[in-house]
Each structure stands twice: as C-alpha cells, then as structure tokens.
C-alpha cells in the first residue's frame, strides 16, 4: 500500500471523468432546500451558518464569476455544497479543460452528521438542473483511491465513464491523458491552474 502511495503521489495517479445524463426528471419539492448563486452574490452567505473548509473554497474563489455554489439548507446551517465550474471559454481546472458549454462538478461535501439522508443526490439534481437549463454538458473527475464517491456518482445516472492519468514529476502533474477519446495534454503555464 505504501508503495502505490508513493507512486500515486509521484509518478502516475489515476482518475475517473464521470458524464452525467441531464434527461432524468426532478422532483421540485425534493430541490427546496438548495441555494444556487454566484461568488459575486456572496453576500447572501452571511445568512448562514458556514463550515471554515467552505469558507477557504469561497475565498479561493472569490471574484470568479465562473464558479456556481450550490448549498443544501436545514436552520440556517449548510449541510452540504458543490459547486460548479461554469466558465464563458476554455478554461483550465485541476489538470484538465473545461469548455464552454460545459459545467464541471467540484468540491461536493456533505457534514457528517448529515450523510445517509440523500443530500448529494439533492445537490447534484440541483445541479443538473441547472446545467439542463444553461444548455451544459455536466462532469467531474474523482480519483481512484475515492471509491465512497466513485460509488456514489455510478449511481447518479451517468452515461459515460472515462480514464484520466495524471503523469508527475518530482509531485507535479506534467501530463494529463484522458484515454477513452485518447487526448493527451501538456501541463504548463494557465494549464496548471488549481482547483
């Protein structure tokens, strides 16, 4: 295990791009409890009660009006967010592009206290939804060693599945190949941008 760990770390790390499948049908009542909104609309957060891991994810983000949240709400306390990378021209995110008629999945957690009650689900119709009515085709990348999320996003209704490998050197990703549509990218400059 230590040895994989060595190599994930340094040398190859494997991932998985999930697309989602946007024509499933949403059930309102169940979408009530989510906040949708822009960074720029950040003022609305001072309503609610907000984990510090969230609050650095804003702050990292702030001022990028590419960047959707989504929150799930129960007594003014978040419970779980995601957020969207919803960018007007390519735009490079933890290693791999997103385009413009696409919307990247980033950054979903649900608190622990409030996990087995189908909050995910509820953020991820929220943002299919969303992606349906924006025209956007929906993913995210999870990696390998996730196998709750893996698990979790299979049965989220995607169409298709696809192999992204991330080549490092010395920690750093330099080569990003995505292998179902064997595209393979060179990472330097605006191509390392982080998440």
Same mark, same amino acid.
């Given at each position: 295990m230590q040895y994989y760990s060595? @190599?994930?770390k340094y040398i190859l790390k494997k991932r998985y791009v999930f697309y989602y499948d946007l024509n499933e049908t949403f059930e309102m009542?169940? #979408?009530a409890k989510v906040v949708d909104? *822009? #960074?720029s609309e950040k003022s609305i957060l001072a309503n609610f009660v !907000?984990?510090?891991r969230l609050r650095e994810y804003i702050q990292k983000r702030e001022g990028q009006d590419v960047w959707r949240l989504f929150l799930y709400i129960e007594n003014h306390q978040v419970l779980g967010y995601s957020f969207l990378h919803t960018p007007f021209s390519t735009e490079? &995110?933890?290693s791999l592009p997103t385009y413009k008629h696409e919307a990247r999945e980033?950054?979903?957690y649900v608190e622990v206290s409030a996990r087995g009650k189908g909050i995910r689900g509820i953020l991820l119709a929220s943002q299919k939804k969303y992606c349906l009515e924006q025209n956007r085709k929906m993913w995210c990348v999870i990696e390998a060693a996730n196998e709750a999320s893996i698990k979790s996003t299979k049965k989220s209704g995607v169409i298709s599945i696809e192999k992204n490998y991330l080549l490092k050197l010395w920690g750093r &990703? @330099?080569? *990003? !190949? #995505?292998?179902h549509t064997l595209k393979i990218f060179f990472l330097w400059g605006e191509k390392r941008a982080t998440r």
């Amino acid at each position: 295990m230590q040895y994989y760990s060595f @190599i994930e770390k340094y040398i190859l790390k494997k991932r998985y791009v999930f697309y989602y499948d946007l024509n499933e049908t949403f059930e309102m009542t169940s #979408l009530a409890k989510v906040v949708d909104f *822009s #960074l720029s609309e950040k003022s609305i957060l001072a309503n609610f009660v !907000i984990s510090s891991r969230l609050r650095e994810y804003i702050q990292k983000r702030e001022g990028q009006d590419v960047w959707r949240l989504f929150l799930y709400i129960e007594n003014h306390q978040v419970l779980g967010y995601s957020f969207l990378h919803t960018p007007f021209s390519t735009e490079w &995110n933890d290693s791999l592009p997103t385009y413009k008629h696409e919307a990247r999945e980033s950054s979903t957690y649900v608190e622990v206290s409030a996990r087995g009650k189908g909050i995910r689900g509820i953020l991820l119709a929220s943002q299919k939804k969303y992606c349906l009515e924006q025209n956007r085709k929906m993913w995210c990348v999870i990696e390998a060693a996730n196998e709750a999320s893996i698990k979790s996003t299979k049965k989220s209704g995607v169409i298709s599945i696809e192999k992204n490998y991330l080549l490092k050197l010395w920690g750093r &990703n @330099i080569v *990003s !190949i #995505l292998m179902h549509t064997l595209k393979i990218f060179f990472l330097w400059g605006e191509k390392r941008a982080t998440r």
